[in-house]
Structure formats: structure tokens, C-alpha cells
């Protein structure tokens, strides 16, 4: 059973620490304003490791790992007006230039992010806990959505590269740059889920004001340098400091076009209000979430299981699209959750770089105690812990906790956990399941598991009308990156996937003539001598 010992053991001493080589503290000067790294004289916000140390005491400290500059609205100010500046109201030389140059600037940036793939892969590792297989494969999916992205604007672009002649109007469409967009990640996939924006963004001729997550920061600082060497100054301008301040500034300054935040629709909602024309203002949003699982008695319950387990737990549960509550018949909830906790009793807790580890530390000691409090709140209203040390806390780790039965008057009911906990209710009537997911504030995606054809085609009429993805007899996730990732209600607003990202943060504009001669002696001379990136037939390799 999983005791507070038994987890404070699993925390290095100085010693074993030193063994896994935790990277030297950065302590990042820089802010990436107009092209230039600044150096930031002021104050700094420390920056602590998910992991800590075991001190000869027994006491556990968060590892050092650097610090960050604190910043403020002036230079939030700064940022957005190179941003703006570099837009130009869309004569600047990024807005305007060809999208194949484009396309090699983005080249460039990725054979230098590269260059330094296992120093934020550590970063990630140690700034978050993510598991060291998982932080590499982040690194790599980001890679590989970079690649995804480029050949999808070239195909895009390619199949835009000619004329329409419709009712005697030659036209020719592209999709064209929205401006300036203020693009923020969320912490738990602070590389991949950020780039998943910030590069479809970027290469469709928009400028950005990139605020880093709030854990996950310093994996940013080796990717500073590549983005001024590969980017025309102001294409990307880094903003530090408080969020709650800032971002408010920016959306009220009105200069900014696109806001796309992967975090909180409360957040997300509040601060769309604050642009003075909110018509004014595209949203692209990856909000919360509350993904159900519904266990049909029907289900194949060793693969049901098995998909729940990973579903509610990997990278400890801290996924938008994980597992949050698990509905299961009544007639086999008992034999469900006796194998549940036996799977779950098998997962093991440890360091992020031990080898097949799946529950780590988490990133801050306030969210240990959020999901204490969850927990708490559902045992005093009934709800039982079952698994053997379930809910148990040392440091940063908090061991699952698997919670049965999880009523409508607790905070598991409809709270979004994003954590390690797996809340359990049960049903009669497949109507009360179905009923929970109508119900929520969340559209996300939901998982069904039953081995009946005719029930699974029955509960998937309805159930796409609610959510966006529905995964039978697997868990929800975003992947492939090829597929629509989006979510209704309070859960996503725009869509991402490779090629949707493209169309997210672009606009179709048109260049239209009347099907004259002189209309065709013009355009020719146009394509002909290059005189416009827009009105061009060029083909990209
Ligand atoms: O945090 C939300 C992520 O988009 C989840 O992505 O399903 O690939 O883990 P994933």
C-alpha cells in the first residue's frame, strides 16, 4: 500500500540527484523583442522544478532549476507595438512575402530547434515532472507537426496557384494573414500544444506576442536565439509577468487580432471582453474539458480497463482530453473497479526519468493540494477512496485515487480534475449517462465501450451531436494531428488539426477582374515579371 514514506522515498537525495544530472540553473536575462534577445535588468520569478530533493531531514524541497524575467505591462507594450510594427497593417516584409520564403524561414527554425532537442526535452522533463519518454516524444510530435504543417501549406498554396474564371470575373483566392495574435499555452504540453498555434500562426503571415505557460518557461530559452536568427525582426516577440495583468493590457490596447489560449474558457471568456471590438477579435481556444467514459455491460471489460487506466492517469491525468469521470453500468461496476484498482495498483509512481513510470510529480505544490481538497469534498459527501492508499501526499506526488461513488452535490461531478483522480458513478439506464454528458458545460470528446454493434451505432447518433470525437473502445485523445481536434459548449472554440490550423489563422481574400483583355495583358505581366507575391502561379517543391 502506498504510504507518505513510501512516496518520500521516491524523491532523490542529494546525491541520487546529482546522479541524474538536473540541468544548471538558467537564469534568463532575455526577452526577445523586434528581433533583439534584450537583457532585462529587473526583477526575476524563480523558477522550481516538479521534482524535489530529499534533504537529510526527511524534508522536501523543489529543485532550483532558474529563474525568468518578471517584466510587466511596459514591456508587454513593447512587444505587442514590434508585433504591430512588423505587420505594418500588412505591407510588412512577412505579411507580404512569398509563401515559399515563409516556408524556408520555418525550415530554418526547425533545423535549429533541433539542434537543441535534448536540452528542452530536460527542460520539460524537470519543469513539469513529464515522464522522460513522454518529454521526447512531445519534442518529436512537435517536430513532426512542424513538417505536417509546412507540406500542408504547400499543398494549400499549390492548389490556390491559379486563376478561376467564373462569369466573366477572373479570380484568383488565397488565404491571407490575420495580423497580430497573442498565442498562449497551457503547461502541460508547454512545447507541443503551444507550437500547435503559434507555428500555424506564424507561417501564415501573422505576427505573434507569445506568452509562455506559467510552468514550463525556461524550455522556451534555448528557442529564442533560433527564433531571431530564422524570423524577420518582430515576427515573434516573447511577454513575461503576470498573466492576470498583461494579457488584459494587450486585448485592451484593441491591437490584437487573434487571441488562441489552450487553458480556461472562465479565463478565455473574460478576456475576449476586454478587446474594445470584440468583433474585431478571431478566437482560437482549447478549453477545459471533462471527458466521460461509458461502460456499456456489454464492454470487453479487460480493454476497457486498460483504455480507463491510461484514459484518466497518463502524464497524471494532466490532459485536456483525458478520462475525467468513468460512468459504468451497475450490473458490472463491482467487477470494473476491482480490476480497475488492480491496474491501477500496478502503475508506477517514481521520478519522471525512471523507466516506465506513470505517475510523477506534479508541477506545484497548490495543485497537490487542489486535488486533495477534490478528494476530501467527495469522501464527505459519501464517496469512498478505493484503492489502498489512494489520495495519499507527499511533496509534489499525489498517489491516483480512484472515487465511487461520485454523486451531482461533489466537486469531482463536474469539475474538471486535471489531475490524478479517477471519479466513478454508476448507472441503470443508459439515458442517465447520456444525460451527464447533455448536462455538462463540456464538449469535448467522450469514449463508449460496449462489443454491441447496434448499442454502439444507437449511442453515437446522439452523442456526436454533444462532442466533437467519439471513441469506441478506446480512450479520448487529440491524435492524430491530421484529425479535426476542437470541442462545443465551454470546450474549444475554432478547430486544430494540421490543415484546419492553416484556415484558423488566415482569411481568404481574393483578387478579382473583369475577363477582359486588358484584364489579361495585366495579369500576365503580373505572373510573368513577378510584380506580386499574391497574384502569382509559381508552384512550390
Ligand atoms: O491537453 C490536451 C492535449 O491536447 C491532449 O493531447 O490527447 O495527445 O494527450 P493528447
Known amino acids: 500500500m502506498v504510504t507518505t514514506d513510501h512516496l518520500r522515498a521516491l524523491f532523490p537525495d542529494d546525491a541520487a540527484l546529482k546522479a541524474h544530472d538536473p540541468p544548471s540553473p538558467i537564469d534568463q536575462r532575455n526577452i526577445l523583442v523586434d528581433g533583439e534577445l534584450k537583457h532585462w535588468p529587473g526583477e526575476t520569478v524563480p523558477v522550481r522544478s516538479a521534482v524535489c530533493v530529499r534533504k537529510p531531514d526527511g524534508s522536501l524541497e523543489q529543485i532550483r532549476l532558474g529563474s525568468y524575467p518578471t517584466a510587466g505591462i511596459p514591456e508587454a507594450m513593447e512587444a505587442l507595438d514590434a508585433a504591430v510594427e512588423a505587420y505594418d497593417d500588412g505591407r510588412g516584409e512577412w505579411p ?146 503576470r498573466g492576470s495583468e498583461i494579457v488584459p493590457a494587450l486585448l485592451e490596447s484593441g491591437k490584437i487580432n487573434v487571441l488562441t489560449l489552450i487553458g480556461s474558457s472562465k479565463v478565455a471568456d473574460h478576456l475576449k471582453k476586454m478587446h474594445p471590438k470584440v468583433n474585431r477579435l478571431r478566437a482560437i481556444l482549447g478549453l477545459d474539458a471533462k471527458n466521460a467514459a461509458i461502460v456499456l455491460p456489454d464492454a470487453d471489460m479487460n480493454l476497457a480497463v486498460k483504455e480507463c487506466v491510461s484514459g484518466a492517469l497518463s502524464f497524471n491525468g494532466q490532459r485536456c482530453t483525458a478520462l475525467k469521470m468513468l460512468i459504468v453500468h451497475r450490473d458490472i461496476v463491482d467487477d470494473f473497479i476491482a480490476r480497475l484498482v488492480a491496474e491501477v495498483d500496478k502503475l508506477k509512481i517514481g521520478m519522471p526519468w525512471e523507466k516506465s513510470v506513470t505517475i510523477t510529480p506534479l508541477p ?39 472515487v465511487y461513488p461520485v454523486k451531482e452535490d461533489m466537486l469531482l461531478y463536474r469539475e474538471e480534475q486535471f489531475g490524478p483522480i479517477v471519479p466513478i458513478m454508476s448507472f441503470d439506464n443508459v439515458e442517465t449517462a447520456l444525460e451527464y454528458v447533455i448536462t455538462s458545460e463540456h464538449g469535448q470528446q467522450v469514449s463508449i465501450f460496449s462489443e454491441n454493434p447496434e448499442t454502439i451505432g444507437k449511442l453515437v447518433d446522439p452523442l456526436v451531436n454533444q462532442v466533437c470525437r467519439v471513441n469506441v473502445n478506446c480512450q479520448c485523445q487529440r491524435g492524430p494531428d491530421v484529425f479535426p481536434f476542437t470541442g462545443r459548449k465551454d470546450s474549444a472554440e475554432g478547430t486544430l488539426s494540421v490543415t484546419d490550423a492553416l484556415r484558423s489563422f488566415s482569411i481568404r481574400s481574393m483578387v478579382a477582374a473583369k475577363q477582359t483583355e486588358d484584364s489579361k495583358r495585366i495579369l500576365n505581366k503580373i505572373v510573368r515579371d513577378h510584380d506580386s507575391n499574391f497574384i502569382n502561379t509559381d508552384f512550390i517543391f
Open 96 to 241: 507580404t512575402m512569398a509563401v515559399a520564403q515563409r516556408i524556408a524561414c520555418m525550415q530554418e527554425f526547425t533545423r535549429l530547434m533541433i539542434e537543441s532537442r535534448g536540452e528542452i526535452i530536460d527542460l520539460i522533463m524537470w519543469e513539469i515532472g513529464k515522464s522522460r519518454t513522454d518529454s521526447e516524444k512531445e519534442f518529436d510530435r512537435t517536430v513532426d507537426y512542424i513538417k505536417a504543417t509546412i507540406a500542408a501549406l504547400k499543398e494549400l498554396d499549390n492548389s490556390n496557384s491559379r486563376f478561376l474564371v467564373v462569369e466573366g470575373t477572373i479570380g484568383q483566392i488565397r488565404r491571407t494573414p490575420l495580423g497580430v495574435v497573442l498565442c498562449m499555452g497551457p503547461y502541460n504540453y508547454p512545447l507541443n500544444e503551444t507550437f500547435a498555434t503559434l507555428i500555424p500562426a506564424m507561417i501564415m503571415g501573422n505576427t505573434v506576442v507569445f506568452k509562455p505557460p506559467t510552468f514550463g518557461v525556461l524550455l522556451f530559452n534555448p528557442l529564442l536565439e533560433a527564433f531571431r536568427k530564422a524570423f524577420p525582426p518582430g515576427v515573434i516577440n516573447t511577454v513575461y509577468g
Open 364 to 402: 506545484d505544490l497548490k495543485k497537490v493540494e487542489h486535488m486533495t481538497r477534490l478528494v476530501e469534498d467527495a469522501k464527505s459527501k459519501g464517496a469512498r477512496v478505493l484503492n489502498k492508499g489512494g489520495g495519499t501526499v507527499c511533496g509534489t506526488l499525489f498517489a491516483p485515487a480512484i
